[in-house]
């Protein structure tokens, strides 16, 4: 993804926020730190393309009923880690 792409995203999701204003809130969010961490409990290196790889794939497939787990991650990562990304 583009880094113009990656702003664009940025500011779409502060207008969506912005909705909720004064409001009671939880957003839950999940990145390639968090990727990263995980990976060196299971794998022990990932590097930041393959974390980046991981969230873009979690964000298309997921599912919105059952959410974004640690298993979600586990299995995304599990992909890239065996495509060697």
Same mark, same amino acid.
Not at 4 to 27: F, H, M, N, P, S
């Given at each position: 993804? +583009? =880094?113009?792409?990656?702003?664009?995203?940025?500011?779409?999701?502060? =207008?969506?926020?912005? %909705? %909720? =204003?004064?409001? #009671?809130?939880?957003?839950?969010?999940?990145? #390639? #730190?968090?990727?990263?961490?995980?990976? @060196?409990?299971? %794998?022990e290196t990932c590097t930041h393309k393959q974390a980046k790889?991981?969230? *873009? *794939?979690? =964000?298309?497939?997921?599912?919105?009923?059952?959410?974004? +787990?640690?298993?979600?991650?586990?299995?995304?990562?599990?992909?890239? @880690?065996? #495509?060697?990304f």
């Amino acid at each position: 993804m +583009s =880094k113009k792409r990656d702003a664009e995203i940025r500011e779409e999701t502060l =207008k969506d926020l912005d %909705y %909720y =204003k004064g409001q #009671e809130v939880c957003v839950i969010m999940w990145g #390639e #730190e968090d990727v990263i961490a995980r990976a @060196k409990e299971l %794998y022990e290196t990932c590097t930041h393309k393959q974390a980046k790889e991981v969230i *873009r *794939r979690i =964000k298309r497939n997921h599912d919105c009923n059952n959410g974004i +787990s640690w298993e979600t991650l586990d299995i995304a990562l599990d992909d890239v @880690k065996a #495509e060697d990304f």
